[in-house]
């Protein structure tokens, strides 16, 4: 069994087993984000690595980024009705709000999330390795399992809106995936 048929079982199964592999994933998740961010300030203090942008400068980047991302995070979260990691999604293809604009604005969130955060930890080893590496291995995981198991349960709807809508980098909508203010 491929990782893409285990998670299709797994996002066409029942409620309730979904329920409890969604808490176990989420764990998990922020469990390896706590990592990154504890694994990129040892590298810091073990390498003597200078500050990132110390004092406000670093600390108004940081908090922009950080600001902006729980925003978007939130919103796409909200807009999922709860649900929004792979093994608990929607059951249908969510395409408002920020979606029209790019699939992934969760990730995307995230992402700027953990960058600001880098930014005000003044973390050289967050902003450059620990983000980049957390953005590297989830769009590993996207295009080797989450997309095709969409295309597999969603199928032509997502793959319209796969060839319509960017990745990550936002893009006005077409008129088939219009902003909604949802």
Known sequence: ?????????????PERRRRLLAAIVLAIFVSVLLLVLLASRFVDRVLALPGLLPGATGASIGTALLAGGLAL???????????GIPVNPPRELVTNGPYAWL????????WLALLGLGFLLHSVALVFLGTP???AATIIELKLVEEPE???RLGP?????????????????????EVSRK
């Open 103 to 110: 699939r992934n604005p969760m990730l995307l969130g995230l």
């Open 73 to 83: 995070w939130s919103w796409s979260f909200a807009l999922f009705r709860g649900k």
């Open 157 to 177: 709807a997502y793959k319209r809106y796969k060839a319509d809508v960017p990745m990550f980098i936002p893009r006005r909508p077409s008129s088939r995936h």
């Open 133 to 135: 590496a957390v953005v």
């Open 1 to 13: 069994m491929t990782l893409v048929d285990l998670l299709y079982s797994i996002t066409t199964g």
């Open 150 to 152: 969409l295309e597999r």
